[in-house]
């Protein structure tokens, strides 16, 4: 039953939201677009590209592949049509929850209703997705010097090992090869990834910042694995590990600057900064040198 109720609450979900996701995934990929383009020059054209995580719809893959040869890695298996084996691996490897849920999804026409609203707004009559290995940002199952851009989103957060991952990125582009990675810092309103702070916004049942404050902790229950690394402390791994990266930052909306401030007046948060707290998403950029 528990299954059901998730699998109806992701209908609603997207069912009102599949053109905002639409919007706001190539709006994202756009953004990376004139970042690399502004700051190193280059275009992505005729590139071979490695997306991160792309999750269950391809992630930015088939905007990617459009120009370029590309290729995704994702923990989960990534299922494309329909497969009775390649459901049966996705029960034994992510489990039956994963496996319901893409099943209903499917069943529903939520993918379908995705995939035609992307093919409305990128104006072409075939969505390609190209190939999702499965496995993790920590092993990534390509040889060295492989890949001209390598891009994730949303997905370092929910990484055990963040060191070994951006070491990973590294080897796998090639010299002169660039990096786009945005990530969500465990100091931001939403860090800590659970659903009723997710979409409760301000107004939210646990309150603000719950997951950084003692007396609310107990109460937060994330919907992944979250490895609590701030906004400084990925400031800190990207300058140690990489040389010379961009860090751009996303702020979230103004009421939580003024919330930030009240709830440091009142002796709250006393460990971080305002400008932490008020961080939604963190882009970094690097390209791979000699030195590097």
């Given at each position: 039953m528990d299954h059901l109720r998730q699998i109806f609450a992701l209908r609603r979900l997207y069912s009102v939201q599949v053109e905002n996701r639409v919007a706001?995934?190539?709006?994202?990929?756009?953004?990376?677009?004139?970042?690399?383009?502004?700051?190193?020059?280059?275009?992505?054209?005729?590139?071979?590209?490695?997306?991160?995580?792309?999750?269950?719809?391809?992630?930015?893959?088939?905007?990617?592949?459009?120009?370029?040869?590309?290729i995704g890695v994702d923990t989960d298996i990534v299922i494309h049509g329909f497969s009775v084996s390649k459901y049966f691996q996705m029960f034994r490897q992510n489990g039956a929850a994963r496996t319901v849920?893409?099943?209903?999804?499917?069943?529903?026409?939520?993918?379908?209703?995705?995939f035609?609203?992307?093919?409305?707004?990128?104006?072409?009559?075939?969505?390609?997705?190209?190939?999702?290995?499965?496995?993790?940002?920590?092993?990534?199952?390509?040889?060295?010097?492989?890949f001209d851009f390598v891009y994730s989103r949303a997905v370092f957060q929910c990484v055990p090992e963040p060191i070994r991952a951006v070491r990973e990125v590294k080897r796998v582009l090639k010299p002169g090869g660039i990096a786009f990675i945005t990530l969500q810092p465990y100091t931001s309103p939403t860090g800590c990834l659970d659903p009723r702070v997710l979409y409760g916004g301000i107004n939210n049942e646990l309150g603000l910042w719950p997951h950084l404050r003692d007396e609310l902790k107990e109460k937060v229950r994330p919907n992944s694995y979250v490895n609590k690394l701030g906004l400084r402390d990925w400031q800190r791994i990207f300058r140690d590990?990489?040389?010379?990266?961009?860090?751009?930052?996303?702020?979230?909306?103004e009421e939580y600057i003024s919330l930030a401030n009240e709830l440091?007046?009142?002796?709250?948060?006393?460990?971080?900064?305002?400008?932490?707290?008020?961080?939604?998403?963190?882009?970094?950029?690097f390209t791979r040198t000699a030195r590097t």
């Open positions: 706001i995934g190539l709006g994202d990929i756009r953004h990376a677009e004139r970042c690399i383009r502004e700051n190193y020059g280059i275009e992505l054209r005729n590139l071979k590209i490695l997306e991160i995580g792309p999750g269950q719809f391809g992630g930015q893959l088939p905007f990617l592949a459009l120009n370029n040869q590309a849920k893409t099943i209903g999804r499917k069943l529903m026409g939520v993918d379908r209703r995705y035609k609203e992307l093919r409305t707004k990128l104006s072409v009559s075939r969505i390609s997705v190209p190939e999702i290995r499965t496995a993790n940002a920590m092993d990534l199952p390509f040889d060295a010097n492989e590990e990489c040389g010379g990266p961009i860090f751009l930052m996303t702020g979230v909306s440091k007046g009142a002796g709250h948060l006393p460990d971080y900064s305002v400008e932490e707290l008020t961080t939604g998403a963190l882009d970094v950029l």
